[in-house]
């Protein structure tokens, strides 16, 4: 018969503590005299990986969806007007000063546009680019706004609000010092075969509006 040898931790004469593999359990002592194997880590770095990447999903096409909703909803799309009940209006041509409260507006030009290689106008529609000058005559800053103070209008009730294309020099968004001037191009998309349009700066508070005849 072969014969049995001692475990490696066991010496000749020496006995195997208590909990030891092949030795009882002895009152008083723990059930393990060893501690129990690691368990395996459970593998969580791709249920992680799957989170981010669903995430990463999610931002991006609420990015894209509200960049949507801007272009179509609030810029270049055209609206009935609704009549200006508390206002008046200073009607001038081209080249000509309109003034409202402490701005001096003016219209120094215009051209219609195609846009370029990355902004093109919709099939039927072209861009009318604008060259606006204004200046604070007062003595205190004055925030003009191309998004929600520019348009242009056509006879037939519609209003056009700027456009998604921004043709150099673009007119400066913001405060107007006293005694500055800001000028720059601000672009509207209107119907190709669009007549009588004039260009319409209404102050988003209080003040006159300026309509400037374009053609």
Known sequence: MPVQQPPAYQQPG???????????VQ???PQ?????????QQKSSGVLKGCLIAFGIVTLVTIIVVVVLVAVVGVGV???????????????????VGKTGQLDVK???WSPS???????????????????????????????S???????????????????Y??????PEGDILPGQTARGNVSFEVPSNATGMSFVYKPLIIGDVVSVKLN
């Open 32 to 40: 393990y005299a060893y501690p129990p194997p690691p368990q395996a």
């Open 14 to 24: 020496q006995q195997a503590p208590p909990g030891a593999p092949g030795q009882p």
């Open 114 to 144: 195609q846009g370029d290689d990355v902004f093109k106008p919709a099939q039927g529609n072209q861009f009318v680019v604008v060259d606006v000058s204004i200046t604070n005559t007062g003595t205190t800053s004055k925030l003009v």
């Open 78 to 96: 055209h609206k009935v007007v609704k009549e200006i009940t508390n206002r008046e209006t200073v009607s001038v041509g081209v080249g000509q």
């Open 107 to 109: 219209v120094v030009g």
């Open 146 to 164: 191309t998004v929600t103070e520019m348009s242009v209008r056509t006879p037939n009730g519609y209003q056009y609000d700027m456009a998604v």
């Open 27 to 29: 009152p008083g002592y």
């Open 166 to 171: 921004f043709p150099e020099p673009r007119f």
